[in-house]
């Protein structure tokens, strides 16, 4: 995988949506996240699908609906200021 992509768990993780990478592999592979790549909208199935720089994904996690612009992969999972890089929230303000 090239250095603009990243598999779908381990981003919702890096991101700090989840706990656990586990936990983020388990809600894609239960197909509840959305993925927008221009202007494709696909439903993803399996964990590790690319995310990539540009990328608009659409959830929901505790009740909330979550729609966030990939902004970067990240190297690893770091602080919470470090995780908020990785994306641009598009909820409505």
């Given amino acids: 995988m090239s250095d603009d992509a990243c598999r ?3 981003w919702l993780w890096r991101a700090r949506f989840f706990k656990t990478r ?3 592999a388990k809600f894609v592979e239960e197909g509840r996240v959305r993925l927008t790549r221009h202007g ?8 590790a699908r690319p995310v990539k720089v540009g990328d608009i994904l659409v ?5 909330k609906l979550i729609a966030v612009a990939v902004e970067a ?8 200021a470090e995780a908020r890089a990785l994306y641009s929230s598009l909820d409505a303000a």
């Fill in 8 to 10: 779908a768990d381990v």
């Fill in 22 to 24: 586990s936990l983020a």
């Fill in 40 to 47: 494709q909208e696909t439903r993803l199935d399996k964990s």
């Fill in 59 to 63: 959830f929901a996690v505790g009740g």
């Fill in 73 to 80: 992969t990240g190297e690893r999972r770091g602080p919470p």
